[in-house]
């Protein structure tokens, strides 16, 4: 350790090589990361000017595409970054901001997935005592809590992670700072921050996983008890896209980081990594506004005002320009 030199900035992996690919890469995920933010800004706008969406499921959707702007802001804007200036350099407190970001917005990503399943198991199991469970103070309670406990959850695993010695390697394998990659360049024992950092995240993750399947274990045996083949469809739909968005995220998720090691390469790793941190932020606005009419009519009257104010304007500075 005495003639290794300490590390004060890292190097994130770039897509290719190549410019002219680094440019594709730039322009590619620049659309990617525009489709995230308009899609999920509709659905923010759309929730907060619609009175009839002013409920618990909203004000929950509400929070969820806030969440994902955050989340895709925190990776793609630096890749894009890296990309145009070919400069893959971020400094140490860069890193750990970014760490730290990515774990406090995928967290509150699950938590809030997690809350919204137990939303629907008491509008569908106790549809008469809904108004009563889920009230005003109950939901802001919760959104607190899971905010409040990912805050908690970020700043632990960030300190376990920079915790570790970084000498003379500093090359990330991933295109932003992850934990798994940090480890792997350390050169510390990691053995220990592994287990604390594997007992956390069990923990955290162990309880949103038991709320959601008991959730909708109830879920299923309440709808299977609806005699109309109607009534069934009609509660199984409302729980579609949570469902969707759910699988989406657990399944980008654990292929990213509990793949088997023989499906593991530079390249592989990439793209799982892509998969996670930036399909459900694009993706989530566009699975509820396809399976919610509420949403669509909400969309709808966003794009409708939108219109009437660009053609006045546009009237204006014919008339006066």
């Known amino acids: 350790m005495a003639n290794q030199s300490v590390v004060n900035e890292f190097l ?55 969440v994902d702007v955050c989340y895709i802001s925190t990776t793609v804007p630096k ?27 995928a967290g509150e990503e699950l938590a809030l997935l997690t809350i919204m399943a137990y939303d629907r198991y008491v509008v569908i199991c106790h549809p008469l005592r809904y108004r009563l469970i889920m009230d005003w103070k109950a939901c802001i309670q919760m959104a607190a809590a899971s905010w409040i406990s990912n805050l908690i959850h970020a700043v632990l695993q960030t300190a376990l992670t920079f915790s570790l010695n970084f000498c003379d390697q500093n090359m990330i394998g991933q295109f932003f700072c992850d934990m798994p990659p940090l480890q792997k360049i350390s050169c510390s024992d990691t053995n ?42 009609k509660a199984f739909s409302t729980c579609a896209p949570h469902l969707t968005v759910f699988s989406l995220f657990i399944i980008t998720a654990v292929f990213s980081y509990m793949r088997p090691k023989s499906l593991s390469s530079p390249i592989v790793d990439l793209l799982s990594a892509v998969l996670y941190t930036v ?39 014919h008339k006066f320009l």
Do not use: W
């Open 12 to 66: 994130l992996m770039s897509f290719s090589d190549d410019h002219n690919v680094q440019i594709l890469h730039s322009v590619m995920f620049f659309i990617i990361y525009l489709t995230s933010l308009v899609g999920n800004f509709l659905v923010i706008i759309g929730v907060t000017l619609d009175h009839q969406l002013h409920n618990p499921m909203y004000f929950f959707l509400f929070n969820l595409s806030l």
């Open 79 to 105: 890749s894009i970054e890296v990309s145009l200036t070919n400069s893959r350099l971020i400094s140490y407190f860069g890193c750990v901001t970014q760490i730290f970001l990515v774990l406090i917005f």
């Open 192 to 233: 220990v921050n592994q287990v604390l950092i594997f007992v956390i995240v069990i923990s955290v993750d162990s309880f949103c996983f038991t709320v959601i399947i008991v959730s909708y274990g109830y879920i299923f045996s309440t709808v299977m008890k609806i005699p109309s083949d109607q009534g069934r469809y």
């Open 279 to 317: 399909l459900p932020p694009v993706l989530n606005p566009i699975i509820y506004s396809l399976r919610n009419k509420e949403i669509q009519k909400a969309i709808g009257k966003i794009i409708v005002k939108m219109k009437i104010f660009l053609s006045f304007q546009k009237n204006y500075e």
